[in-house]
Structure formats: structure tokens, C-alpha cells
Antibody
Framework: QVQLQESGPGLVKPSETLSLTCTVS????????WSWVRQPPGKGLEWIGS???????NYNPSLKSRVTISVDTSKNHFSLKLSSVTAADTALYYC?????????WGQGTLVTVSS | DIQMTQSPSTVSASVGDRVTITCRAS??????LAWYQQKAGKAPELLIY???SLQNGVPSRFSGSGSGTEFTLTINGLQPDDFATYYC????????FGQGTKVEVK
């Protein structure tokens, strides 16, 4: 059974870079797409971007200029960097692997942007 | 990019009711549509994939239909555990979620 666990700072200052890591256990990261999804408090789900094992990435056009997703197959984890954050980036950030009936999510980590 | 529009935003229902939620895509996504259930403070859980395929372990009172741009999630015989928020998601071109439909107690 694949399990995902997010880690990273829970508080980021405005204009700085948000950095999160998702560690994958119970399965190889060398298969499937690996994604980041966020959910602002009281709002809906927003896909941020995804990476495939080859390192190819796809990003939400609305965030593309600020997002970088990378993968480290030796550590079986993938990472998210979101630059120039504002209060609007405050959200519960999930890592996930989605695709048909292959569907696994982390528990989510709350990131607050505040000085 | 593909936009997903759900309706209604809120459904007020009672235990035993039949509930229907609609999702419309801004362009054809064939059958590349999933439905998720989310409860407060929890990660979304997959109910339906490929528009009408039931994920393992999901009760058969949940069903999905549609293709192209119009899709429906139906809950037949609403149970107390079903009061939650439901999201559609297209995965034809990257991923996009609908804005969500909250099923609340009438």
C-alpha cells in the first residue's frame, strides 16, 4: 500500500519561497505521476502541478511562473517550491498520486504565509 | 486549460434521499473524470474513476455516468456517513477540480 507524507515549514514569510517534500513509502517513485494539490481554508481543491518519473513536469498555468516540482528517486521523494508567496498562498498542501484507480494522498500539511 | 463547473454548490438532503450532482467540462474530456468525497480536515477519497467505474471498497449506492462534457454523480439512499463535500476532477489534460458540492442535512 502506497503511503505519502508531506513535510516542511508550517510558516513562511511573504515574498519568500515555500518548500515542501513528500516522502513515498510502500511503492517506487519511479512509476506514475506525483502531484501537489492545495486547499485554502474553507475553499476548494486546486491542482498545483505534477512530475513523472522521467522528470517531466506539468504546472497549473495560474501558478506556473512561481512553481518548481522536482523528484529525487534515490530518496523516494518529490518536492515543491513556490516562490514569492503571499497570504493568498496560505493553504493545506497535499501531495498525491492520481490517475484512474491509482489514487493515493498524504494527510496534508498546513502552510501559513505571514510575517 | 479545461474548466470544470459543478452544480449545485449545496444540496440539502435527508437520509434515504437520492442525490444527484452534475459536473460540466469546458471541452470534451471523453470519460477521463473522477469523483471524490472529502470530509472536514481529511484528504479527498476517490469514489469513481473513468466517469462510471466504482473504486474498490466504495459502496454501490454511489454511481457515476456521462461522457464528453456532461457528467453526473448519484447517491442512491443517502447514508449519515455521506454528508460531505464532493468534487469532480478531469484528468484528460493535466488535472482540474470542480468547485465542490456540499451535501448537508436538510
Amino acid at each position: 500500500q502506497v503511503q505519502l507524507q508531506e513535510s516542511g515549514p508550517g510558516l513562511v514569510k511573504p515574498s519568500e519561497t515555500l518548500s515542501l517534500t513528500c516522502t513515498v513509502s510502500g511503492g517506487s517513485i519511479s512509476r506514475y505521476y506525483w502531484s501537489w494539490v492545495r486547499q485554502p481554508p474553507g475553499k476548494g481543491l486546486e491542482w498545483i502541478g505534477s512530475i513523472y518519473n522521467s522528470g517531466s513536469t506539468n504546472y497549473n498555468p495560474s501558478l506556473k511562473s512561481r512553481v518548481t516540482i522536482s523528484v529525487d528517486t534515490s530518496k523516494n521523494h518529490f518536492s515543491l517550491k513556490l516562490s514569492s508567496v503571499t497570504a493568498a498562498d496560505t493553504a493545506l498542501y497535499y501531495c498525491a498520486s492520481m490517475g484512474g484507480n491509482h489514487d493515493y494522498w498524504g494527510q496534508g500539511t498546513l502552510v501559513t504565509v505571514s510575517s | 486549460d479545461i474548466q470544470m463547473t459543478q452544480s449545485p454548490s449545496t444540496v440539502s438532503a435527508s437520509v434515504g434521499d437520492r442525490v444527484t450532482i452534475t459536473c460540466r467540462a469546458s471541452q470534451s474530456i471523453s470519460g477521463w473524470l473522477a469523483w471524490y468525497q472529502q470530509k472536514a480536515g481529511k484528504a479527498p477519497e476517490l469514489l469513481i474513476y473513468r466517469a462510471s467505474s466504482l473504486q474498490n471498497g466504495v459502496p454501490s449506492r454511489f454511481s457515476g455516468s456521462g461522457s464528453g462534457t456532461e457528467f453526473t454523480l448519484t447517491i442512491n439512499g443517502l447514508q449519515p456517513d455521506d454528508f460531505a463535500t464532493y468534487y469532480c476532477q478531469q484528468y484528460d489534460t493535466y488535472w482540474t477540480f470542480g468547485q465542490g458540492t456540499k451535501v448537508e442535512v436538510k
